[in-house]
Nanobody
Framework: QVQLVESGGGLVQAGGSLRLSCVAS????????MGWYRQTPGKQRELVAA???????NYADSVKGRFSISRDNAKNTMYLQMNSLKPEDTAVYYC??????????????WGKGTLVTVSS
């Protein structure tokens, strides 16, 4: 069984910064693509940023230049550094990862989410 646990969310004023973390645990052999998604009530979950196993990154246009995704493969951990936060960044942020674990084939997993609230 693989678990993804997010942390680092909270309340911050507009213009501030937060750093989210996502730790994967379980009988993990390897982690392929990882990503951060976010969702607000009544809207679909949207991709914020993604990172491949070799470090290639991709960002939503709305966060380019403000957010930075990274990962530490030795620690099975992914990060999202969020700077210059705006009220419209308020959402529940979810971690997603494609994990190869014993004894399964590679599968996608989701964390339970961490709430980010940006006040104006």
């Amino acid at each position: 069984q693989v678990q993804l646990v997010e942390s680092g969310g909270g309340l911050v004023q507009a213009g501030g910064s937060l750093r989210l973390s996502c730790v994967a645990s379980g009988r993990i052999l390897s982690i392929n693509d990882m990503g951060w998604y976010r969702q607000t009530p009544g809207k679909q979950r949207e991709l914020v940023a993604a990172i491949t196993s070799d470090g290639s990154t991709n960002y939503a246009d709305s966060v380019k230049g403000r957010f930075s995704i990274s990962r530490d493969n030795a620690k099975n951990t992914m990060y999202l550094q969020m700077n210059s936060l705006k009220p419209e960044d308020t959402a529940v942020y979810y971690c997603n990862a494609v994990v190869k674990a014993i004894p399964t084939i590679p599968m996608g997993y989701w964390g339970k989410g961490t709430l980010v609230t940006v006040s104006s």
